[in-house]
Protein backbone atom coordinates (compact mmCIF):
# COMPACT_ATOMS: atom_id res chain seq x y z
CA UNK A 1 0.00 0.00 0.00
CA UNK A 2 1.22 3.40 -1.00
CA UNK A 3 -0.02 6.69 0.81
CA UNK A 4 0.63 10.34 0.22
CA UNK A 5 3.32 11.70 3.27
CA UNK A 6 2.81 15.38 3.28
CA UNK A 7 -0.68 15.14 4.35
CA UNK A 8 0.21 14.10 8.16
CA UNK A 9 1.73 15.47 11.31
CA UNK A 10 4.92 13.25 12.09
CA UNK A 11 6.65 12.58 15.32
CA UNK A 12 10.37 11.60 15.23
CA UNK A 13 11.49 9.33 17.86
CA UNK A 14 15.10 10.59 18.38
CA UNK A 15 16.66 8.24 20.92
CA UNK A 16 19.84 10.54 21.60
CA UNK A 17 22.28 8.03 22.65
CA UNK A 18 21.81 5.99 19.76
CA UNK A 19 25.13 4.71 17.82
CA UNK A 20 27.03 6.54 20.56
CA UNK A 21 25.71 9.61 19.93
CA UNK A 22 25.12 9.81 16.03
CA UNK A 23 21.66 10.12 16.23
CA UNK A 24 21.92 13.42 17.77
CA UNK A 25 25.08 14.21 16.04
CA UNK A 26 22.96 13.70 12.29
CA UNK A 27 19.86 15.41 13.17
CA UNK A 28 20.33 18.74 11.64
CA UNK A 29 21.48 17.07 8.43
CA UNK A 30 18.50 14.35 8.81
CA UNK A 31 16.02 17.35 9.25
CA UNK A 32 17.36 19.45 6.29
CA UNK A 33 15.91 16.41 4.21
CA UNK A 34 12.70 15.95 5.84
CA UNK A 35 11.93 19.55 5.56
CA UNK A 36 13.42 19.86 1.98
CA UNK A 37 10.78 16.60 1.08
CA UNK A 38 7.72 18.75 2.70
CA UNK A 39 7.18 16.35 6.14
CA UNK A 40 5.87 18.07 8.74
CA UNK A 41 6.98 17.10 12.60
CA UNK A 42 7.66 17.11 15.78
CA UNK A 43 10.51 15.56 17.73
CA UNK A 44 10.38 13.15 21.16
CA UNK A 45 13.70 12.39 22.53
CA UNK A 46 13.38 9.13 24.40
CA UNK A 47 13.77 8.49 27.69
CA UNK A 48 14.35 5.55 30.43
CA UNK A 49 13.71 2.39 29.62
CA UNK A 50 9.82 1.91 30.28
CA UNK A 51 8.64 5.48 30.29
CA UNK A 52 9.39 6.32 26.89
CA UNK A 53 7.38 3.23 25.86
CA UNK A 54 4.32 5.21 27.79
CA UNK A 55 5.16 8.99 26.49
CA UNK A 56 5.26 7.19 22.86
CA UNK A 57 2.12 5.46 23.60
CA UNK A 58 0.47 9.04 24.80
CA UNK A 59 1.81 10.55 21.57
CA UNK A 60 -0.10 7.58 19.49
CA UNK A 61 -3.30 8.08 21.76
CA UNK A 62 -3.25 11.83 21.36
CA UNK A 63 -3.59 11.57 17.37
CA UNK A 64 -0.65 10.73 15.69
CA UNK A 65 0.21 7.57 13.92
CA UNK A 66 2.97 8.49 11.62
CA UNK A 67 6.10 7.85 13.04
CA UNK A 68 9.77 7.78 12.23
CA UNK A 69 12.36 5.93 14.75
CA UNK A 70 16.24 7.27 14.60
CA UNK A 71 17.60 4.98 16.26
CA UNK A 72 18.43 1.39 16.67
CA UNK A 73 16.84 -2.15 17.53
CA UNK A 74 16.21 -1.15 21.39
CA UNK A 75 14.23 2.16 20.49
CA UNK A 76 12.45 0.43 17.28
CA UNK A 77 11.30 -1.84 20.31
CA UNK A 78 10.12 0.76 22.30
CA UNK A 79 8.01 1.72 19.66
CA UNK A 80 6.28 -1.28 18.91
CA UNK A 81 5.20 -2.19 22.12
CA UNK A 82 3.74 1.38 22.85
CA UNK A 83 2.07 0.91 19.11
CA UNK A 84 0.49 -2.66 20.72
CA UNK A 85 -0.42 -0.94 24.15
CA UNK A 86 -2.30 2.18 22.68
CA UNK A 87 -5.94 1.72 22.72
CA UNK A 88 -6.64 4.29 19.71
CA UNK A 89 -5.62 2.46 16.60
CA UNK A 90 -5.60 -0.83 15.40
CA UNK A 91 -2.04 -1.96 15.63
CA UNK A 92 -1.61 -1.67 11.33
CA UNK A 93 -2.76 1.42 11.38
CA UNK A 94 0.40 3.16 12.79
CA UNK A 95 2.68 3.84 10.14
CA UNK A 96 6.57 3.13 11.44
CA UNK A 97 9.82 4.85 9.16
CA UNK A 98 13.21 4.09 10.27
CA UNK A 99 16.67 5.68 9.89
CA UNK A 100 18.81 3.51 11.38
CA UNK A 101 21.42 4.52 13.51
CA UNK A 102 21.72 2.39 16.60
CA UNK A 103 24.81 0.27 17.54
CA UNK A 104 22.36 -2.79 17.00
CA UNK A 105 20.34 -2.81 13.40
CA UNK A 106 19.59 -6.13 13.03
CA UNK A 107 15.59 -5.75 12.32
CA UNK A 108 16.64 -3.65 9.26
CA UNK A 109 18.62 -6.26 7.75
CA UNK A 110 15.23 -8.49 7.13
CA UNK A 111 13.14 -5.25 6.02
CA UNK A 112 15.74 -4.28 3.79
CA UNK A 113 16.30 -1.07 5.47
CA UNK A 114 19.60 0.69 3.91
CA UNK A 115 21.45 2.30 6.76
CA UNK A 116 22.32 5.58 4.44
CA UNK A 117 20.49 8.16 5.72
CA UNK A 118 19.27 9.62 2.74
CA UNK A 119 18.18 6.63 1.26
CA UNK A 120 16.18 5.70 4.34
CA UNK A 121 14.40 8.98 4.15
CA UNK A 122 13.79 8.61 0.68
CA UNK A 123 12.06 5.20 1.44
CA UNK A 124 10.13 7.02 4.26
CA UNK A 125 9.28 9.72 1.27
CA UNK A 126 8.03 6.78 -1.28
CA UNK A 127 5.31 6.15 0.94
CA UNK A 128 4.87 2.23 0.50
CA UNK A 129 3.97 -0.01 3.61
CA UNK A 130 4.50 -3.31 4.45
CA UNK A 131 2.79 -5.31 7.59
CA UNK A 132 4.88 -8.32 9.52
CA UNK A 133 3.97 -10.24 12.65
CA UNK A 134 4.81 -8.79 16.32
CA UNK A 135 5.44 -11.28 18.88
CA UNK A 136 4.14 -11.35 22.39
CA UNK A 137 6.31 -12.78 25.31
CA UNK A 138 4.04 -13.35 28.73
CA UNK A 139 6.41 -13.95 31.45
CA UNK A 140 6.89 -14.07 34.90
CA UNK A 141 8.67 -11.08 37.26
CA UNK A 142 8.58 -10.69 40.72
CA UNK A 143 5.65 -12.80 41.38
CA UNK A 144 3.16 -11.32 38.66
CA UNK A 145 2.89 -11.93 34.95
CA UNK A 146 3.68 -9.54 32.19
CA UNK A 147 3.54 -9.11 28.77
CA UNK A 148 6.29 -7.82 26.56
CA UNK A 149 6.01 -7.37 22.24
CA UNK A 150 9.13 -7.85 20.05
CA UNK A 151 9.28 -7.31 16.34
CA UNK A 152 12.65 -9.70 15.69
CA UNK A 153 13.61 -12.25 17.77
CA UNK A 154 13.64 -13.03 21.57
CA UNK A 155 15.57 -15.57 23.76
CA UNK A 156 17.12 -17.84 26.62
CA UNK A 157 19.61 -19.04 28.24
CA UNK A 158 22.97 -18.45 26.57
CA UNK A 159 21.31 -15.75 24.54
CA UNK A 160 20.05 -13.76 27.19
CA UNK A 161 22.97 -13.83 29.54
CA UNK A 162 25.17 -12.82 26.96
CA UNK A 163 22.42 -9.92 26.09
CA UNK A 164 22.35 -9.01 29.75
CA UNK A 165 26.36 -8.55 30.02
CA UNK A 166 26.39 -6.68 26.58
CA UNK A 167 24.20 -4.16 27.28
CA UNK A 168 26.16 -3.65 30.78
CA UNK A 169 29.04 -3.01 28.62
CA UNK A 170 27.58 -0.75 26.34
CA UNK A 171 29.09 2.73 27.27
CA UNK A 172 31.48 1.66 29.40
CA UNK A 173 34.54 2.14 27.46
CA UNK A 174 33.40 0.11 24.72
CA UNK A 175 32.38 2.97 21.89
CA UNK A 176 34.33 1.76 20.08
CA UNK A 177 33.36 -1.59 19.74
CA UNK A 178 30.61 -2.85 16.85
CA UNK A 179 27.17 -4.11 18.29
CA UNK A 180 28.55 -7.07 16.74
CA UNK A 181 32.40 -7.00 17.95
CA UNK A 182 30.77 -6.62 21.29
CA UNK A 183 28.20 -9.52 21.39
CA UNK A 184 30.63 -11.80 20.08
CA UNK A 185 33.25 -10.91 22.80
CA UNK A 186 30.51 -11.13 25.70
CA UNK A 187 29.08 -14.48 23.99
CA UNK A 188 32.85 -16.39 23.86
CA UNK A 189 33.90 -14.87 27.92
CA UNK A 190 30.14 -16.08 28.67
CA UNK A 191 30.29 -19.46 27.29
CA UNK A 192 33.07 -20.56 29.22
CA UNK A 193 30.88 -19.85 32.79
CA UNK A 194 27.50 -20.75 31.52
CA UNK A 195 25.77 -24.01 33.06
CA UNK A 196 22.79 -25.64 30.94
CA UNK A 197 19.51 -25.80 32.49
CA UNK A 198 16.51 -28.68 31.71
CA UNK A 199 14.34 -26.64 29.82
CA UNK A 200 11.18 -27.80 27.86
CA UNK A 201 9.26 -26.72 24.92
CA UNK A 202 5.38 -27.45 23.50
CA UNK A 203 4.57 -25.77 20.48
CA UNK A 204 0.53 -25.27 19.51
CA UNK A 205 0.44 -28.09 17.04
CA UNK A 206 1.94 -30.07 20.06
CA UNK A 207 5.55 -30.71 19.33
CA UNK A 208 7.92 -31.22 21.99
CA UNK A 209 11.69 -30.61 22.77
CA UNK A 210 13.55 -31.45 26.08
CA UNK A 211 17.00 -31.31 27.50
CA UNK A 212 19.81 -29.10 28.97
CA UNK A 213 19.36 -25.95 27.06
CA UNK A 214 22.63 -24.45 26.19
CA UNK A 215 20.22 -21.43 23.95
CA UNK A 216 17.30 -20.98 22.71
CA UNK A 217 16.05 -18.46 20.20
CA UNK A 218 12.66 -17.08 18.46
CA UNK A 219 12.66 -15.46 15.49
CA UNK A 220 10.38 -12.93 13.34
CA UNK A 221 13.12 -11.68 11.42
CA UNK A 222 16.87 -13.41 10.54
CA UNK A 223 19.05 -11.60 12.23
CA UNK A 224 20.84 -10.76 15.60
CA UNK A 225 23.85 -9.91 17.62
CA UNK A 226 24.91 -7.42 14.90
CA UNK A 227 24.80 -9.57 12.13
CA UNK A 228 24.30 -13.13 12.70
CA UNK A 229 21.85 -15.12 10.53
CA UNK A 230 20.39 -18.06 13.49
CA UNK A 231 16.70 -17.60 10.95
CA UNK A 232 17.86 -17.74 7.12
CA UNK A 233 14.27 -18.85 6.61
CA UNK A 234 12.37 -16.65 8.78
CA UNK A 235 9.39 -15.07 6.70
CA UNK A 236 8.52 -12.15 9.33
CA UNK A 237 4.33 -11.97 7.33
CA UNK A 238 4.17 -15.27 7.37
CA UNK A 239 2.12 -15.69 11.44
CA UNK A 240 4.76 -18.37 12.35
CA UNK A 241 8.07 -18.28 14.03
CA UNK A 242 11.36 -20.11 14.02
CA UNK A 243 12.08 -22.05 16.99
CA UNK A 244 15.73 -22.58 17.14
CA UNK A 245 16.99 -25.02 20.45
CA UNK A 246 20.55 -25.77 21.08
CA UNK A 247 21.22 -28.88 23.21
CA UNK A 248 24.42 -28.73 25.62
CA UNK A 249 27.28 -29.17 22.77
CA UNK A 250 30.92 -29.81 24.06
CA UNK A 251 32.64 -26.37 24.30
CA UNK A 252 34.90 -26.88 21.21
CA UNK A 253 32.64 -27.96 19.30
CA UNK A 254 30.60 -24.27 19.90
CA UNK A 255 33.76 -22.64 18.79
CA UNK A 256 34.17 -24.99 15.64
CA UNK A 257 29.98 -24.01 15.07
CA UNK A 258 29.95 -20.60 15.76
CA UNK A 259 30.90 -19.38 11.92
CA UNK A 260 27.65 -21.27 10.76
CA UNK A 261 25.37 -18.55 12.89
CA UNK A 262 26.70 -15.73 10.43
CA UNK A 263 26.54 -18.10 7.41
CA UNK A 264 23.16 -19.08 7.95
CA UNK A 265 23.85 -23.06 8.43
CA UNK A 266 23.15 -23.65 11.56
CA UNK A 267 20.80 -26.55 11.35
CA UNK A 268 23.93 -28.70 10.19
CA UNK A 269 24.56 -28.74 13.59
CA UNK A 270 24.41 -32.27 15.57
CA UNK A 271 22.52 -30.42 18.55
CA UNK A 272 20.51 -27.77 16.74
CA UNK A 273 16.77 -28.22 16.67
CA UNK A 274 14.66 -25.86 14.47
CA UNK A 275 10.57 -25.74 15.27
CA UNK A 276 8.08 -23.52 12.76
CA UNK A 277 5.01 -22.43 15.27
CA UNK A 278 2.36 -19.85 15.91
CA UNK A 279 3.15 -20.07 20.02
CA UNK A 280 5.06 -22.05 22.09
CA UNK A 281 5.77 -22.14 26.04
CA UNK A 282 9.24 -22.43 27.33
CA UNK A 283 9.60 -24.15 30.74
CA UNK A 284 12.68 -24.65 32.76
CA UNK A 285 13.72 -26.61 36.04
CA UNK A 286 15.38 -23.40 37.45
CA UNK A 287 13.88 -20.56 36.10
CA UNK A 288 15.79 -18.27 33.37
CA UNK A 289 15.65 -14.74 32.52
CA UNK A 290 14.95 -14.37 28.66
CA UNK A 291 15.32 -11.20 26.29
CA UNK A 292 13.30 -9.50 23.09
CA UNK A 293 15.26 -7.39 20.69
CA UNK A 294 17.85 -7.50 23.21
CA UNK A 295 15.83 -5.73 25.90
CA UNK A 296 16.16 -8.10 28.90
CA UNK A 297 12.64 -9.16 30.38
CA UNK A 298 11.42 -11.76 33.49
CA UNK A 299 11.71 -15.52 33.84
CA UNK A 300 10.13 -18.78 32.67
CA UNK A 301 7.92 -19.99 32.09
CA UNK A 302 7.37 -17.90 28.99
CA UNK A 303 4.90 -18.37 26.49
CA UNK A 304 5.76 -16.60 22.80
CA UNK A 305 2.77 -15.70 20.81
CA UNK A 306 2.37 -14.64 17.36
CA UNK A 307 -0.10 -11.30 16.19
CA UNK A 308 -0.30 -11.57 12.39
CA UNK A 309 0.27 -8.45 9.93
CA UNK A 310 0.12 -5.96 13.23
CA UNK A 311 3.37 -4.17 12.62
CA UNK A 312 3.40 -1.66 9.46
CA UNK A 313 6.26 -0.22 8.30
CA UNK A 314 8.18 1.69 5.15
CA UNK A 315 10.02 -0.09 2.91
CA UNK A 316 11.28 -0.11 -0.92
CA UNK A 317 9.20 -1.41 -3.41
CA UNK A 318 9.81 -5.26 -2.76
Not at 17 to 39: C, D, R, Y
Not at 184 to 198: G, V
Not at 231 to 236: D, L, M, S, V
Amino acid sequence: MTEDNNNHIWTVILNPVSGNGLAKANLPKIEAMLQSKAFKYNIYYTEAAGLSIVKIKEIIESGCNHLIVLGGDGTLNEVANAIMLQTLYEPHQVKVGVIPIGTGNDWVKTAQIPNNICEAINIIAAGNCKLQDVGCATYHDNGTIHKRFFINTAGSGLDSVVIEKANKKKGHNNKRKSNKLLYILTLLSAFWKYKPIDANIETDSGEKLSGKVLNFSIGIGRYNGGGMLPFPTAEPNDGYFEALFISNMPKIKMIFSFPKLFKGNLSTVKEVQYLHCKSLTLSASTPIFSETDGEVIGYTPITFDTISSAFCYYCGKQ
